[in-house]
């Protein structure tokens, strides 16, 4: 008797759309596990900065993804989840944009992107599992049955990532943020292996002006109509 996999809910969108709050969100609403695809890319680059290698040597990059060890621990106070790389906790490291500006560049390698592939599918396990990325549904899931592609105006998402990293007591500028917020944008949707689109049976929800409320609320149907 086979079993049917674990259900999974994609949602995939650009950078400060917003996915990942309601990711997490949806997740813990529905008691499903939680996936953020986008701090293994980051666990990685870090795990690159940290043994000195360079970005652009993809062969020393890749037996990088290859050999880091990544775990998500749930924090004990409710807090955001921890990320543990190598046995060290890299939270909030990861969350700098030196970080994300790493996970960019490593994240157009196949090479790269194949290492991961393995540990990305292992997170599927019952009851469901909510998978927060760029390429959940159309790469790493493309048989998920609950589809969501978030967006934002640059603009909306500039200011988010802003107010986000000001709390954290990071030194900031709006317009750099936009300025990295939008590059990224251009270098995500033309890259050769899986660039971010939309999976043809997602849904869209343009989040620009809307609470996250309405968000969790919009996304959650999807699964639970």
């Not at 795990?47 to 924090?75: H, N, P, W, Y």
Request: net charge neutral; glycine share 10%; with cysteine.
């Amino acid at each position: 008797m086979s079993h049917a996999p674990a259900p999974v809910l994609t949602i995939d969108g650009p950078s400060g759309s917003g996915k990942g709050t309601i990711s997490a969100l949806v997740a813990e609403r529905l008691g499903w596990r939680l996936l953020d695809s986008g701090a293994l890319y980051r666990a990685v680059g870090y795990a690159a900065g940290m043994a000195g290698l360079d970005l652009s040597d993809v062969e020393a990059v890749t037996r990088c993804a290859q050999g880091t060890k990544i775990q998500f621990r749930a924090a004990p106070d409710g807090g955001e989840t921890r990320v543990i790389v190598n046995g060290h906790d890299a939270t909030d490291e990861l969350r700098t944009e030196t970080a994300g500006a790493a996970a960019s560049a490593i994240a157009s390698m196949p090479s790269v992107r194949e290492a991961l592939v393995a540990l990305q599918l292992g997170f599927r396990k019952l009851p469901g599992l909510v998978a927060d990325g760029r390429d959940m549904g159309t790469v790493i899931f493309p048989d998920a049955r609950y589809k969501v592609f978030l967006t934002a105006s640059a603009v909306e998402r500039a200011k988010r990532r802003y107010k986000q990293l000001k709390e954290k007591g990071l030194s900031v500028t709006l317009a750099g943020l936009q300025r990295e917020i939008e590059a990224r944008d251009s270098r995500d949707a033309s890259r050769a292996v899986a660039p971010l689109k939309p999976a043809a049976d997602a849904l869209l929800v343009d989040t620009t002006g809307m609470g996250i409320d309405e968000v969790v609320a919009k996304v959650f149907a999807v699964v639970q109509p």
